[in-house]
């Protein structure tokens, strides 16, 4: 499964907006595992969880080189030009600080980190590649690292 650009995209055009209900960390838990895998983290332990049928918002897949990224908690916009029939994708370490959602990765790309796990936003190349592309917590995680604040 996966989302597929059916008209030309524009930098800067949103491609998908999530919606849904806040669960924290223990209501995620509880949720069939295809119910997580349709789940954006949005704070430390707080998560976006999408409705109760997926939408094609809901299959935007990981990519370790993603043609978007994210604005702000919910929107996925084109960080560049998109064809037609190119997978939108966006790298999941820019929503992801924790573990509920790593996996291998099978993009099989020369970039590819080979698993995708909830520390790959510390990650110095993702952070100076992603600048402006993470969600807000983790933007604000990065900028209070740099200034050695935790
Ligand atoms: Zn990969």
Redesign the pocket.
């Known amino acids: 499964m996966g989302s597929y650009a059916i008209e030309p995209i524009t930098a800067g055009e949103s491609v998908a907006a999530f919606g849904g209900w806040v669960a924290d960390e223990a209501e995620l838990r509880s949720l069939p595992a295809e119910r997580i895998s349709r789940t954006m983290q949005i704070d430390e332990h707080l998560y976006l969880v999408s409705g109760e049928t997926a939408d094609p918002g809901d299959y935007v897949n990981h990519?370790?080189t993603p043609n978007c990224g994210l604005a702000g908690n919910m929107l996925v916009v084109a960080m560049r030009d998109i064809a037609i029939g190119e997978e939108l994708t966006f790298d999941y370490a820019m929503s992801d600080g924790g573990d509920y959602d790593e996996f291998d990765?099978l993009?099989g790309?020369a970039e590819?980190?080979g698993v995708v796990t909830g520390r790959d936003w510390r990650l110095p190349e993702l952070q100076s590649r992603y600048a402006g592309w993470f969600s807000p917590y983790l933007a604000r995680k990065i900028a209070n690292e740099s200034k050695g604040l935790q």
Do not use: A, E, K
Request: proline share 0%; with cysteine; hydrophobic share 15%.
């Open positions: 990519s370790c990765c993009c790309l590819c980190r």
